[in-house]
C-alpha cells in the first residue's frame, strides 16, 4: 500500500505564469458550469469549512479577470459576492459557540457549517479565511464592481476582523497558521480603510503578532516556533504557517515576519529528508498540505538558500482545494493567489550550512530530535522511524529491555566533511536502571549513498543490542508506500523483530496500518483533534532491527556498528589507543576521542576515506 498524502515534490509543479493562466482557465470554466441563479459558487458536496468557499472562488474569477479581462466574469463576480453577502455573512450568535467575549455584538463572522449549532467550533478559522477572501477581491475589485457593493464588502471585512479580534478570543484553537492567517488579514485590510482606521487596524496586527503568537512560541530542535494546536509543529500546518509568514513580510515589510520565518524554514530544512517525507504533529501526523505550503516554501527557501520544495505534498490539492470529485473548491484559495503574485523561484540546491539537527548528504538523511536521537532515517530510498521497545522509543543500546538514549547532561556534537564524507558525533551521558552514568558515543557517517552508524558505550551488562530503528516506507516513484524491508547490514547479529503481542500500542510493520492510524488510535481525543504524537509516544512495541555488539570489541567497551544502504562486504574492525577508538570500514577510517573530548569537554573526531 502507499502512504496516502505523501505525494510528489512540490517544486515539480510547473510555475510560470502559462501554467498559472491554465490553472485559472480552469478554475473559470468549472465555477461558470457551477454558478447557481443565486449567485452560489459553492462545491454541491461541501458541507464543511463552507463559510468562506464561495467568495474564494470569487476572488479567483476576480483575479482571473485582472489578467485575461475575460468579459463573462464582471457579471459573475457581482453575483456571487452579491450572494455571499446577502447569504453567507451572519451576526447572530451562533447556538452554542464557546469562545465569545462579547454577546451580541451583530459583527460579521463566518460559519464553519452553515445549521446553527451544527459544529460552532470552526468558526474562528473560517471567519479568518472569509476575512482572507474579502482582502484579496478588494485588491481586484477596482473596475470590477461598483462603489456600493464594493463598500458593502469592505464594511463586513472590517466586520471580521472586529469579530476575531474583539468579540472573541484571539486564537482560541492555539493554532499558529490560524493566528498568522488572521494577523495577515489585518494587514491587508489595513490599505483598504481609511488613514487613521487603517493605521489602527496595521498597529493592531502587528501588536497581536508580537504579544499573541511571537511571545508565545514554543521550542523544539532549537529554534522557536510559533504554536500549532498545542505543540511546536504540525507537519500539514507548519509549512501553511510559512507562507503566511511569507504573506505577512511581503506586504508589511516588517523585518520581524522575515526573521520568524527563515527560524521555521531552517527547522524544516533541518527535519525533512532528502526525499522530503516527513511525519509528526500535533495534529496530522503524515498528511501534507500542497499549494497552502507552496508560497512560504519557495519564498523562505530562497531567503535561507536551501531547497525546502523537496517537500513531499498532497498533489491532489496541487493547485487548489478540490473535492473527491476533482471539482474545485474555494477554500483556502489566496493562497493560489499570493503564490501567483510571488515572483520568487524555487532554490533547487541543499544548503552547505551545518546544522546541529540534521546531516544530510547525497541521498541519506538523518533528522535528530531535541535529545539529539534519530528521530527519522532516510538511506537508499528507505525511510526508519523510532523503534518502540517497553514503551522507550528510540535509537541506542538497549541491555535488560532498558534503552540508553535519554541524556542525563549535556548532548555534544562534532560535524565533520571530508573526503567526500559527512559525519556528525553525539556524545551523550546516559543512565541506565543500574544507576551507573555512561557515555554514548554515536557516530553517523555517509558518503550520500550509504550511511554508517558507530555506537560505542561502557561494558554493558548482559545480552545488550543496538535499537537500530523501525522500517517503514520507501521511495515508489512518486509515491511513498508501506514497508516492512529493510537493507541494513551489522557488525554483530541483527534481527528484525516483530511485536509478539496484538492491539493498538504495539505496532507490526508488516501491517497495513500507517503510523498516522496507529497514533490517532492511542490518542486521548478523537481523530482531528487528538495530539497522534502524543498517542505514538503511547506505543509499547514495535517492528525493530535489532543490532548485536561486534564481536571483536576492545576491553572495557561494546560497540555496535551498522550500515544502512548498499555497499561492499561490511567488516569493520575496533582498536582502542591514547588516541581514542578507531574505527575501519570498508568506506572509512574515523577516530572517535575519548568521552571526556578536548580541553573544553567538545567530542573529538578525525576522519578519512
Given at each position: 500500500m502507499h502512504l496516502p498524502r505523501q505525494l510528489g515534490p512540490l517544486h515539480d509543479l510547473p510555475d510560470t505564469p502559462e501554467a498559472y493562466d491554465a490553472v485559472l482557465a480552469d478554475v473559470t470554466e468549472q465555477a461558470l458550469a457551477r454558478l447557481t441563479p443565486e449567485g452560489n459558487l459553492e462545491h454541491p458536496d461541501c458541507d464543511d469549512d463552507i463559510g468562506d468557499t464561495s467568495l474564494g472562488i470569487t476572488s479567483l474569477l476576480a483575479f482571473a479577470w485582472q489578467r485575461t479581462k475575460d468579459d463573462r466574469l464582471p457579471d459573475v463576480v457581482r453575483r456571487s459576492l452579491a450572494f455571499h453577502l446577502r447569504e453567507r455573512v451572519?451576526?447572530?450568535?451562533?447556538?452554542?459557540?464557546?469562545?465569545?467575549?462579547?454577546r451580541g455584538s451583530r459583527l460579521p463572522y463566518a460559519r464553519y457549517t452553515l445549521a446553527a449549532g451544527a459544529h460552532p467550533i470552526g468558526d474562528w478559522p473560517s471567519t479568518v479565511w472569509a476575512l482572507l477572501q474579502a482582502v484579496n477581491l478588494l485588491d481586484a475589485a477596482d473596475g470590477l464592481v461598483d462603489d456600493a457593493q464594493r463598500a458593502e464588502l469592505l464594511d463586513v471585512a472590517h466586520g471580521y476582523w472586529r469579530w476575531l479580534t474583539e468579540a472573541t478570543f484571539f486564537n482560541p484553537q492555539e493554532a499558529g497558521n490560524q493566528a498568522i492567517g488572521c494577523v495577515v488579514g489585518?494587514?491587508?485590510?489595513?490599505?483598504?480603510?481609511?488613514?487613521?482606521?487603517?493605521?489602527?487596524?496595521?498597529?493592531?496586527?502587528?501588536?497581536?503578532y508580537v504579544q499573541k503568537i511571537r511571545d508565545h512560541r514554543v521550542a523544539d530542535r532549537?529554534?522557536?516556533?510559533?504554536?500549532?494546536?498545542?505543540?511546536?509543529?504540525?507537519?500539514?500546518?507548519?509549512?501553511?504557517?510559512?507562507?503566511?509568514?511569507?504573506?505577512?513580510?511581503?506586504?508589511?515589510?516588517?523585518?520581524?515576519?522575515?526573521?520568524?520565518?527563515?527560524?521555521?524554514?531552517?527547522?524544516?530544512?533541518?527535519r525533512l529528508t532528502n526525499g522530503g517525507f516527513d511525519n509528526g504533529g500535533p495534529r496530522y501526523s503524515e498528511q501534507h498540505s500542497a499549494f497552502e505550503s507552496v508560497l512560504g516554501l519557495r519564498y523562505f527557501g530562497a531567503r535561507i538558500g536551501s531547497d525546502l520544495g523537496r517537500y513531499r505534498g498532497d498533489s491532489r490539492w496541487a493547485r487548489h482545494a478540490v473535492k473527491d470529485d476533482g471539482g474545485v473548491d474555494g477554500h483556502f484559495a489566496w493562497m493560489l493567489i499570493w503564490q501567483i503574485q510571488d515572483t520568487t523561484r524555487w532554490h533547487r540546491e541543499p544548503s552547505t550550512a551545518l546544522a546541529r539537527h540534521q546531516l544530510r548528504a547525497g541521498t541519506v538523511s538523518v533528522a535528530f530530535d531535541d535529545r539529539m536521537t534519530p528521530a527519522l532515517v532516510e538511506a537508499d530510498g528507505t525511510y526508519y522511524l523510532p523503534a518502540a521497545v517497553n514503551r522507550q522509543h528510540g535509537y541506542g543500546p538497549v541491555v535488560d529491555g532498558f534503552l540508553l538514549c535519554r541524556p542525563m547532561g549535556e548532548v555534544r556534537v562534532r560535524d565533520l566533511r571530508t573526503d567526500g564524507l559527512t559525519?556528525?558525533?553525539?556524545?551523550?551521558?546516559?543512565?541506565?536502571?543500574?544507576?551507573?552514568?555512561?557515555h554514548v558515543r554515536s557516530l553517523y557517517v555517509t558518503d550520500g549513498t550509504s550511511l554508517w552508524m558507530t555506537v560505542a558505550v561502557e561494558r554493558l551488562p548482559g545480552t545488550p543490542y543496538l535499537l537500530a530503528g523501525l522500517p517503514y516506507a520507501a521511495d515508489d516513484g512518486d509515491r511513498v508506500r508501506r514497508t516492512s524491508d529493510a537493507e541494513v547490514v551489522s557488525a554483530g547479529e541483527l534481527r528484525l523483530t516483530h511485536p509478539e503481542s496484538e492491539g493498538a500500542d504495539h505496532f507490526d510493520a508488516r501491517s497495513q496500518q500507517t503510523q498516522e492510524q496507529a497514533a490517532f488510535a492511542l490518542a486521548a481525543?478523537?481523530?482531528?483533534?487528538?495530539?497522534?504524537?502524543?498517542?505514538?509516544?503511547?506505543?509499547?512495541?514495535?517492528?525493530?532491527?535489532?543490532?548485536?555488539?561486534?564481536?571483536?570489541?576492545?576491553?572495557?567497551?561494546?560497540?555496535?556498528?551498522?550500515?544502512y544502504g548498499p555497499g561492499r562486504q561490511f567488516l569493520p574492525t575496533f582498536e582502542q589507543s591514547a588516541a581514542g577508538l578507531t574505527v575501519r570500514t570498508e568506506a572509512f577510517t574515523a577516530v572517535i576521542g575519548?568521552?571526556?573530548?578536548?580541553?573544553?569537554?567538545?567530542p573529538e573526531l578525525t576522519l578519512h576515506a
Open positions: 451572519y451576526v447572530d450568535d451562533n447556538p452554542g459557540y464557546p469562545n465569545l467575549k462579547v489585518g494587514l491587508m485590510l489595513a490599505r483598504h480603510l481609511p488613514p487613521e482606521e487603517g493605521e489602527s487596524v496595521h498597529a493592531r496586527a502587528i501588536e497581536l532549537g529554534a522557536l516556533l510559533p504554536p500549532e494546536h498545542g505543540g511546536a509543529y504540525d507537519n500539514n500546518y507548519g509549512p501553511i504557517s510559512l507562507s503566511f509568514l511569507a504573506q505577512a513580510h511581503r506586504v508589511s515589510g516588517a523585518e520581524m515576519f522575515a526573521e520568524d520565518g527563515e527560524a521555521l524554514a531552517r527547522y524544516i530544512d533541518a559525519a556528525k558525533l553525539v556524545t551523550k551521558p546516559a543512565v541506565g536502571r543500574d544507576h551507573v552514568l555512561r481525543d478523537p481523530r482531528g483533534y487528538g495530539n497522534p504524537d502524543e498517542g505514538w509516544r503511547h506505543l509499547v512495541s514495535s517492528t525493530a532491527l535489532e543490532a548485536g555488539p561486534a564481536p571483536d570489541a576492545p576491553e572495557g567497551l561494546h560497540v555496535f556498528a551498522v550500515r575519548d568521552p571526556a573530548g578536548d580541553a573544553y569537554g567538545e
